[in-house]
């Protein structure tokens, strides 16, 4: 599963604009697909036009009004057509409900572009391409120094060697905030308690480190009256929904649709399960794993449940999208919570 898309593209940039690389492009312009909004682009202002040079002016730069938003918009597209100018399109895998006339532009402009993406259904721009570059994220190297700073020398061991021994622990944890949460789970916790939870199992993995987030916002915050089931429950429902209607960048109204408290609202908003953007007001998981991982969760307790609405709902949605790659590591999820729910019985009806 490729990852760290993002914190390439952001990685880069940052490079750029300090002097360590890229001297050979006057301008780096990061576009991330998911925050090309469709509904944003209806062409029923100047600001809204569906054009690349709009896009980059609404979403790299100050809000500006008028004749300065016109002049920067020339600007930007007398600089997006020349080789000197780089244009990083970030996550084409999440072009459901972004404004593909912005995408297909960028895809044939002039100047020098980059292209992240999941690898899947990108037939048509691989034919645009001088070469392809899979992404792991961090690489073994790195992800070895990167515990090793965080954790005294016995404990980086340790975990190292824990996480070797289970495969696909040791490839998720390739992912910067994995990384991140595992080291802190690691150093502030009980370690045979967190190995005897987690036992090898991706899904446990995400569940601990989920739980772990919670109880740091409920302490934090002195939360008196909070339900985890609850929320967990509701983070369920707007993953699935997201993820049906190809949002990683979720709406706040989706947010309230699935609150049926205030109290709930506001522990969805701030419990760190759900992060709200710099500028807007629509929110994301902390890596698209997570919503992933809520998503196939909540999708078990449908299949598993009694109500028959739901289990048709479920049957039909996995039997029409079991072999479409965008689902898969949301499945992959969901059939190890059908068989923690209901054992090998259940995992032999899925």
């Known amino acids: 599963m490729p990852v760290g898309k993002t914190s390439i593209s952001r990685k880069l940039a940052y490079q750029w604009a300090s002097g360590q690389w890229g001297k050979e492009f006057k301008n780096v312009y990061v576009v991330p697909v998911r925050e090309l909004d469709k509904r944003f682009y209806d062409g029923k202002s100047p600001r809204s036009a569906p054009k690349l040079a709009n896009a980059i002016a609404n979403l790299r730069f100050d809000w500006r009004d008028g004749l300065t938003y016109e002049a920067l918009v020339k600007h930007v597209s007398d600089e997006i057509v020349k080789p000197s100018t780089l244009l990083i ?39 645009l391409v001088d070469f392809e570059l899979e ?8 992800l070895v120094q990167f515990v090793q700073e965080e954790l005294s020398q016995a404990s980086a061991s340790d975990l190292l060697y824990y996480l070797k021994i289970n495969s696909s622990l040791w490839d998720v944890a390739h992912v910067p905030v994995t990384a991140n949460i595992l080291c802190s789970l690691w150093r502030d916790g009980d370690k045979e308690q967190f190995k005897n939870d987690v036992k090898g199992s991706l899904r446990m993995l995400y569940e601990r480190m989920s739980r772990n987030l919670w109880t740091r916002y409920v302490e934090k915050n002195e939360i008196q009256e909070a339900n985890r089931d609850d929320v967990f429950h509701a983070l369920g429902k707007i993953a699935f929904h997201a993820l049906k209607a190809g949002q990683i960048l979720i709406d706040g109204d989706l ?35 997570f919503q992933e991982y809520f998503a196939g969760k909540y999708l078990a307790t449908l299949l598993c449940g009694s109500d028959h609405a739901d289990l048709t709902m479920s049957e039909d949605f996995i039997s029409h999208n079991k072999y479409y790659p965008k689902y898969r590591v949301m499945l992959c999820f969901m059939a190890e919570e059908v068989r923690s729910i209901q054992g090998v019985e259940g995992f032999g009806r899925l």
């Open 255 to 289: 947010i309230d649709k699935h609150a049926h408290t205030l109290s709930l609202k506001m522990n969805l908003k701030t419990c760190a399960l759900l992060l709200l953007q710099l500028e807007g007001t629509q929110y994301q998981f902390p890596h698209l794993t």
């Open 89 to 127: 399109l970030d996550g084409l895998d999440e072009i459901s409900g972004a404004c593909e006339r912005i995408v297909n532009e960028a895809k044939h402009c002039t100047c020098k572009l980059l292209m992240l993406s999941r690898p899947y259904n990108l037939q048509a721009e691989r034919a």
């Open 135 to 142: 992404c792991l994220g961090l690489g073994d190297e790195h």
